[in-house]
């Protein structure tokens, strides 16, 4: 494929990343003023997280059903023009059951974005995981400019509405951006009900066996730990450092902005050094770092400190997910089973663990709630070690 043509095809899912990563930081930033004007406790919050969570799994399985029937174009399309239309119906205040599909369908097209975007960008990087770390840096990039954004319009007396109409109309341009695209080019155009292409059958094998794969699971399961613990950042820590007094709404807000500022430069770095450095090395060690900020942050009360101890965690978050999807690149190249699947085990992780948070907060107080999020920060480091050793043993046995 030409310079040109990976640029006509990555271009539209850089921007849509770019949105999605504002929209998905629009989700903590707003959770205040829906928890305030709908009336609902910590527990429904945590409900609304998780239904946003449950969509974006969901996606993960309604998304090759569909674009083996009317193709990835028309699926994307459809399944991403329900993050504007969700978030615009949710200015009006509608009643908590249809606030949760709300929210359930706004996941839904960030699931689409997600499978999407990642599985073009794998598609035609050559197995270089340079690629997916500036998807996921243009993603931060949104993510930066989200909770800023909203801090920018209210301290101008605008509500929160306004940057909910600014982001469904970035997510408008996204959906009219795929529908520009040439990203059919593996369906089965030849048949309605959904034949596929004939393969050749070792190239078919190969693709089946991600599920014998241990590291597909280890990576999944990793990205299920991490999703939960950066779901929780991305939508409880605003209403937890306004709960518990540290700081107040303005600073909290751009003290999220401040962690995006350093996920994109983490994302940066990652994608400079990933090509020299073993990936599940490096996985390792942003887990470990991860581990120690997080420590750091839910252990005191000083805002020096605690500015210190985000802006650390976020610059570290920033390349275990794409870094984590880049080591299973191989594994599930070509297939769209194989990337929704993986997609999907991390996807559980966002759901469960913001609800987790909700029930505590509600019964035990928010500092208890964030503190069982070190549950996934353990879990990570483990599970990044056993990564290590079975990458190792992999590559002794090749070498056999």
Request: glycine fraction near 8%; aromatic fraction near 12%; include cysteine.
């Amino acid at each position: 494929m030409s310079k040109k043509e990976k640029l006509t095809l990555f271009l539209p899912c850089y921007f849509a990343f770019f949105v999605n990563g504002a929209m998905v930081l629009l989700v903590g930033a707003i959770l205040p003023y829906l928890i305030e004007e709908a009336g609902v406790n910590f527990s429904i919050a945590g409900g609304f997280l998780s239904a946003f969570a449950i969509g974006n799994l969901l996606a993960s399985f309604i998304n090759p059903f569909l674009a083996a029937r009317i193709g990835r174009k028309a699926t994307t399309v459809g399944m991403s023009v329900m993050i504007p239309i969700s978030f615009l119906l949710m200015t009006l205040i509608p009643p908590v059951p249809v606030i949760y599909l709300l929210f359930t369908c706004a996941g839904i097209g960030r699931g689409a974005v997600s499978i999407i975007n990642n599985a073009v960008v794998n598609d035609n990087s050559d197995g270089r995981p340079a690629a997916l770390n500036l998807l996921h840096m243009v993603f931060a990039v949104g993510a930066f400019l989200a909770p800023f954004l909203t801090s920018v319009y209210i301290n101008a007396g605008l509500n929160w509405r306004a940057i909910v109409y600014t982001i469904a109309a970035g997510s408008t341009l996204a959906c009219i951006g795929y529908a520009t695209m040439k990203i059919d080019y593996n369906w089965p155009k030849d048949s309605k009900k959904g034949k596929r292409y004939e393969q050749n059958s070792d190239a078919e094998e190969e693709r089946k066996s991600f599920y014998l794969n241990p590291t597909f699971y280890v990576m999944g399961l990793l990205l299920f730990l991490y999703l939960g613990l950066e779901n929780c950042v991305n939508g409880w820590f605003v209403t937890y450092f306004k709960e518990t007094g540290i700081m107040d709404d303005t600073y909290a807000t751009n003290l999220v902005s401040i962690t995006w500022i350093m996920v994109m430069l983490g994302r940066l770095m990652t994608a400079k050094i990933s090509a020299a450095v073993d990936k599940n090395k490096l996985i390792l060690t942003y887990c470990v770092a991860t581990a120690v900020f997080f420590l750091l942050l839910i252990s005191t009360k000083n805002l020096t400190v605690i500015t210190i101890a985000i802006a650390g965690l976020g610059f570290f978050f920033a390349g275990i997910y794409p870094t984590s999807v880049s080591s299973v690149g191989n594994i599930i190249k070509g297939s769209t089973t194989g990337m929704s699947m993986f997609l999907a085990i991390a996807a559980l992780g966002g759901i469960v663990t913001p609800q987790i948070v909700g029930v505590v907060a509600d019964g035990q107080g928010m500092p208890a709630a964030i503190g069982v999020l070190l549950i996934n920060v353990i879990g990570m480091f483990i599970l990044s070690m056993a990564n290590v050793i079975q990458s190792k043993k992999t590559e002794r046995m090749d070498n056999c």
